[in-house]
């Protein structure tokens, strides 16, 4: 959701509904993610109505481009792990899944989901009578530990840029956008304008648009649906 979007949301609750809405400050939606494996194992053991409920879990944490951002749950490989994890059933399995993708909505440098992350499951041994909320409670704890000891870095939003601008006020435009990271694809022209496209980090590009000064002539700008994460040094 754009800027021009909020503002109209936020027009219609006053217009409308007769809400008093404040837009505040608008924040960036970093990703985070891992540079290098980690590895965690941890007992995880809780005693709720007088049962004894109890996990030991073992996962690997890779970083892997998945589909869409969606992390990649499997199980571990090599004969020992096989052994070890014919017994766990689909119903854990998905309980696993569960915890890990909860774990990951959270990262461990500044809070902001992970991403591009596979998770390998490499030992799995549960206590009787122990719950489903308690195996989603120790994979999302180990996962957590994994993360911690793992080598994370921050990933920031590239989005695509068009911007039509009258020829004369090209240069303006373009000197002003290039302090901002930019990054130029191609120039073309139509109907006397001039068409500037590339790409930009998002945070460069928060209220851009308004703060532009007057006197650089009518434009208008379009940021398309693909979206790009790179990592950033802080």
């Not at 956008?177 to 191609?186: G, P, Q």
């Amino acid at each position: 959701m754009g800027e021009l979007h909020l503002e109209i949301i936020q027009e219609r609750l006053k217009t409308e509904f007769k809400v008093d809405a404040d837009l505040g400050k608008l924040m960036v939606a970093y990703k985070e993610t891992i540079t290098e494996p980690s590895l965690n194992r941890i007992t995880f053991e809780r005693k709720l109505a007088d049962q004894k409920h109890s996990v030991v879990i073992e996962v690997e944490v890779h970083p892997k481009k998945a589909e869409a951002g969606h992390p990649i749950v499997r199980k571990g490989q090599g004969k020992e792990v096989q052994e070890n994890l014919k017994m766990l059933t689909e119903r854990q399995l998905r309980c696993i899944t569960n915890g890990v993708e909860a774990s990951l909505r959270s990262g461990p440098k500044i809070s902001f989901q992970v991403i591009d992350v596979e998770v390998l499951i490499n030992f799995f041994q549960i206590g009787r009578g122990t719950s489903e909320t308690i195996i989603e409670a120790a994979a999302a704890t180990c996962v957590r530990g994994a993360l911690q000891n793992a080598a994370v870095c921050l990933l920031e939003p590239i989005v695509s840029l068009e911007v039509i601008v009258d020829e004369k006020f090209q240069h303006a435009v373009v000197d002003d956008l290039n302090r901002r990271r930019f990054v130029m694809d191609m120039i073309d022209m139509i109907h006397g304008n001039k068409i500037v496209t590339g790409t930009a980090p998002l945070s460069e590009l928060t209220n851009w648009y308004e703060k532009k000064k007057p006197d650089c002539g009518p434009r208008r700008r379009a940021l398309q649906n693909r979206r790009i994460y790179t990592s950033v040094v802080l």
